[in-house]
């Protein structure tokens, strides 16, 4: 089991992959795609794109590159209210916005959806604040894992409900550099439940 301490320096990361499921050159161009849409659909808006910290990070930053239009971004960083993050459903922000959303045009960024459950109570709190109108756009979705039907109006990959680091996605802290979406090694997070770690394939 990886604790972040016991993490040996030099460690090769790419070899706790099972297999990638999306590769560097696919996220580009996926990105720069999604990028080029966007930027068609927000033409002479006032666009501000909000990411979901931390697993978003990477995300946001190449699809902000994407968009060949003038932006602003801000983030959120938000987490289960108690000690389970599977099965309250009660979200609290941790990080709030810097700056106000009314009357703006709001792309929300995330990295992965799977239960919706986080997603539906950041888009409740936004409408709130009366933006000029509110989407999502998310790098991955794993629609086997949905427990709200959130709407999602752009989506970069679907894929299987399979445990994934890289490009943002964490385990335990790490693997969040790697430059693909790769499905981790089971016996890595194979555990007893009550040892189990949160992670960033564990959705609230």
């Known amino acids: 089991m990886h604790d972040l301490d016991e993490v040996p320096v030099g ?3 790419r070899a706790d992959i099972d297999h990638i499921l999306v590769s560097e050159e696919e996220l580009n161009a996926k990105i720069s795609e999604m ?3 966007l930027a068609k659909d927000y033409a002479d808006k006032d666009l501000i794109l909000i990411g979901v910290l931390k697993g978003a990070i990477m995300f946001i930053v190449d699809l902000a590159r ?3 239009l003038p932006l602003t971004l801000d983030f959120m960083a938000v987490a289960s209210y108690g000690a389970s993050t599977k099965t309250s459903g009660i979200v609290r922000i941790l990080k709030d916005l810097d700056s106000s959303i009314e009357g703006k045009h709001v792309l929300i960024v995330e990295d992965i959806i799977d239960s919706g459950l986080t997603l539906n109570y950041i888009l409740e709190t936004l409408q709130t604040r009366n933006p000029a109108s509110i989407r999502v756009c998310s790098l991955l979705s794993k629609p086997a894992r949905r427990r709200v039907d959130v709407p999602i109006d752009y989506i970069c990959f679907e ?3 399979e445990f994934v680091v890289g490009y943002g996605l964490d385990f335990n802290q790490i693997y969040r550099n ?3 979406v ?3 090694k089971p016996e890595l997070y194979t555990e007893p439940a009550e040892h189990k770690p949160a992670s ?3 959705e609230i």
């Open 11 to 13: 460690r090769d990361l």
């Open 35 to 37: 990028g080029r849409q």
């Open 66 to 68: 994407a968009i060949e």
């Open 159 to 161: 894929i299987p409900d």
């Open 178 to 180: 790697l430059p693909f």
């Open 182 to 184: 790769g499905v981790l």
């Open 200 to 202: 960033a394939n564990e």
